[in-house]
């Protein structure tokens, strides 16, 4: 009996430490909204104290496109409102990824090539876990360039694509 005790109570402890552990890479899959042809696939991957975001993007407009992490996880509506205003638990004002003042989720723009194509690898301050994840998040991809600077989204037009950000297994 006692060692059935011991048993279950090391078994409940070592569930404890699995669940608690740091999320390390999340994905998303980017699905067309508002009537484009935008998809995509975005990996966020914990680099030291940083997150290294790498995507790919097609189906877009040749150009820049608003690229940004939205507050909810989300993205059942046609137009991709579901997924509500950029991620902000600071309540800073809109601007660039390399801007002193900014929203978590603003990560600047995207550029689409002659054939629709876009690629970041970009890698900056964020978080995969605790009070200001970006797990159950969402990202979208804009109509239209930010322009870094007008709140709430820079005057990036409709949501072209959204997918909700999810810890990899």
């Known amino acids: 009996m006692k060692t059935l005790i011991i048993s279950l109570g090391m078994l409940c402890a070592l569930m404890v430490v699995a669940h608690g552990q740091e999320v390390t890479k999340a994905t998303c899959k980017?699905?067309?909204?508002s009537g484009s042809q935008v998809t995509g696939t975005v990996t966020f991957?914990?680099?030291g104290d940083n997150v290294q975001v790498v995507g790919d993007i097609t189906g877009l407009k040749p150009g820049k496109h608003g690229f940004h992490i939205h507050e909810k996880g989300d993205c059942?509506?046609?137009?991709a409102a579901s997924a509500g205003a950029h991620f902000n638990p600071g309540q800073h004002k809109h601007g660039g990824p390399m801007t002193a003042e900014r929203h978590e989720g603003d990560?600047?723009?995207?550029e689409a090539d002659a054939?629709?194509?876009a690629h970041i690898d970009w890698k900056g301050k964020m978080s995969l876990s605790g009070a200001d994840s970006i797990i159950g998040k969402s990202?979208?991809?804009h109509e239209k360039e930010d322009d870094l600077k007008t709140d709430p989204s820079g005057n990036s037009g409709a949501r072209q694509a959204c997918g909700a950000i999810e810890a990899a297994k």
């Open 76 to 79: 059942s509506a046609p137009d």
């Open 107 to 110: 990560l600047g723009n995207l």
């Open 115 to 117: 054939s629709g194509k």
């Open 45 to 47: 991957t914990k680099v």
């Open 139 to 141: 990202v979208v991809v």
């Open 30 to 33: 980017l699905e067309s909204k």
